[in-house]
Structure formats: C-alpha cells, structure tokens
C-alpha cells in the first residue's frame, strides 16, 4: 500500500523558515517524480514545487521561486520543502504527492503550515 | 497562467444524474485530470487524460473533453460521493480549478 507521510507544519513567524518532510513507502520512490501541492484553508489547491526521479531537475510556480527548494533522498525514500523567507500568503495545508506522468497519483494526508506573527 | 473555471457548487439527489464542469483558457488538448476531496481528507485521483478511469473508482465516474472543455459526469450519484471535485490541467505546468462542491439533497 502506497503511504506518504507528511511532518513540520508549525506555527511560524513571517520571514522565518522551515523544512517540510514526505517519508514515502509501499512504492519504489526512485522511480517517480515527486511534488508539493499546498491548499489555504477553504481555498482550492495549488501545485507549488516539482522535483525529477534524481533531484537533478526541478520546478517552481513563480510566487515561491527563489524562497523554497524540493529536494529528495532516495536512499530514505523521503521528500523535503524548505522554506525561506515565509510570507502569510504561505499558510496553506502542504501534501506531497507522487507524479504519474502529467496528474498526480497519490496524496498524502498533509501538513498544515501557519505563517503569522 | 492557464486558468480553469468551474460553477462553485451543485445540488442533486441521490440516484441523478450530475455533470460538472471545466473549462480551460486555453486548449490543453487532453492534458485534463479529476480529483475528488471529501472534507477533512487529501485529494483522490478519479480521472486522468480527460478519460481514463483510474483503477479502483467506481465506473459511474466518467470524462469526457478535450481542447478547452471538460466534463466529469457521476450516474448515478451515491450519498458517498459529498465531495469537492477538481480539476487539473497538465499542458502548461500544473493548475487546478477552483473546485466544485457537490451536495447532495
């Protein structure tokens, strides 16, 4: 069974960072791109990062360039998110979900991440 | 940007037929994906290539669409599927619609 496991969603002050983790399990994680997907509280969802099977390759959407980096471990089947200079238009419920080719296959339950002073 | 529109919520009774919406401000072929979101849970995948029924979701979802319009169809709807449905297209990076939220009466 495919389980993707979201942690460090904390309450944080704007322009404070933090890292966000995805342990992954029941699939071959090397195999797949990966990518965070984050949702505000009653508000739709919005794809934030992209990463290739071997972390060489990443994307960004525009609003989060430059403050936050996707990386991976394969070797611990584990995702990460750090996040930089975090702004309040940032609080959102951030899941980390699997890439099948184009849509995104699997969803983990996600962590909620809270920006404010 | 490319930008999905769909109606903010509909109503219909159990048994009906529904179709929900989504229309893309550009064509984007049949880079068109469905997920379903209950309250309080992460996004399940329904639909992806604008057809295709992933493994294990019932056949009474359906899509159908391509180019810039789209359709998810439920026949019939079940007091289970309460739920916000969203669209994602994949031709121009990753965007989704602002969701659909199905009530049933």
């Known amino acids: 069974e495919v389980q993707l496991v979201e942690s460090g969603g904390v309450l944080v002050q704007p322009g404070r960072s933090m890292k966000l983790s995805c342990a992954a399990s029941?699939?071959?994680?090397?195999?797949?791109?990966m990518a965070w997907v984050r949702q505000a509280p009653t508000k739709g969802l919005e794809w934030v990062a992209t990463i290739s099977t071997s972390g060489g390759s990443t994307y960004y959407r525009d609003s989060v360039k430059g403050r936050f980096t996707i990386s991976r471990d394969n070797a611990k089947s584990t995702l990460y998110l750090q996040m930089d200079s975090l702004r309040s238009e940032d609080t959102a419920t951030y899941y980390c979900t699997t890439h099948r080719y184009n849509w995104f296959a699997y969803w983990g339950q996600g962590t909620l991440v809270t920006v404010s002073s | 940007d490319t930008v999905l529109t769909q109606s903010p919520a509909l109503a219909v009774s159990p048994g009906e037929r529904v179709t929900i919406s989504c229309r893309a401000s550009e064509s984007v072929s049949t880079g068109m994906h469905w997920y379903q979101q209950k309250p309080g849970q992460q996004p399940k995948l329904l639909i992806y290539?604008?057809?295709n029924l992933e493994s294990g979701v019932p056949a009474r979802f359906s899509g159908s669409g391509s180019g810039t319009d789209f359709t998810l169809t439920i026949d019939p709807v079940e007091a289970d599927d309460t739920a916000t449905y969203f669209c994602?297209?994949?031709?121009?990076?990753?965007?989704f619609g602002g969701g659909t939220k199905l009530e049933l009466k």
């Open positions: 994602q297209q994949s031709w121009n990076d990753w965007t």
């Open positions: 029941g699939f071959t994680f090397s195999s797949f791109p």
């Open positions: 290539g604008a057809s």
